[in-house]
């Protein structure tokens, strides 16, 4: 069975400071992976998704993802933070044809320090 | 105006007591869905449509009913709310791109306390 661990339900960096948020998986097909984001009070919206082709997935606002198969990792970055990153992250997986069903990760939330 | 748009965006109602939450979209969209999200847990699928006639159940179905009344709504029903059915709800739409990875596209949620 699918699922995804999101490894810290909180993280903390400085403004101006490497993003890192982290998301392994189990699948038991490659995957399509995801990454989308919730800001306060509002639903969640796409940042990126690999669906099997180039394995470093750039997304919006900055972000990239990379696809790691030998890790069953796909972890998320971004390489300077800012205040409007501040949101809560979820990763998810879907197996594609077989299931079209997402699983989702518990999600991290980002805070952004001044 | 929003694409997704869900009703009401607040609930506070009693142990028992029937709800419906609804959802339309003017993305013209087939594929609809509804999540219920609990702190620390993600989100998890309840139901979900891939069109009017095609109705799924998914991880946490029971104690939920769903209606596909048209390509743009689809709404949730709690027959008898109780009180670990409070959570925030959301419902998504996508269209068929590649199979298993469209986009979903999200409403702002309807949060619901069940006393």
């Known amino acids: 069975a699918q699922s995804v661990t999101q490894l810290g339900s909180h993280v903390s960096v400085s403004e101006g400071a490497l993003v890192l948020l982290r998301c392994n998986y189990s699948s038991s097909v490659p995957p399509y992976l995801f990454w989308y984001v919730q800001y306060p009070n509002q639903g969640l919206q796409l940042l990126l998704k690999?669906?099997?082709?180039a394995t470093l997935v750039k997304g919006i606002n900055g972000f990239e993802a990379e696809f790691k198969k030998s890790e069953t990792s796909f972890h998320l970055t971004k390489p300077s933070a800012h205040m409007s990153d501040a949101a809560e992250y979820f990763c998810?997986?879907?197996?594609?044809?077989?299931?079209?069903?997402?699983?989702w990760g518990a999600g991290t939330k980002l805070i952004i320090k001044p | 105006d929003a694409d997704v748009t869900q009703t009401p965006r607040n609930r506070i109602t009693k142990t028992g007591k029937r709800i419906m939450l609804e959802c339309s979209q003017t993305k013209g969209h087939d594929r609809m869905y509804w999540y219920r999200q609990d702190p620390g847990l993600g989100l998890r699928l309840i139901y979900y449509s891939f069109d009017v006639k095609d109705i799924n159940k998914g991880e946490i179905s029971d104690g939920y009913s769903v209606s596909r009344q048209a390509q743009a709504k689809f709404s949730l029903s709690l027959e008898s709310a109780i009180p670990n059915q409070t959570a925030l709800y959301f419902c998504?739409?996508?269209?068929?791109?590649?199979?298993?990875?469209?986009?979903?596209?999200f409403g702002p949620g309807t949060r619901l306390t069940v006393l």
């Open positions: 998504a739409t996508s269209d068929l791109t590649l199979a298993g990875a469209d986009e979903q596209f």
């Open positions: 690999y669906t099997s082709a």
């Open positions: 998810a997986v879907s197996e594609g044809d077989s299931n079209y069903q997402l699983i």
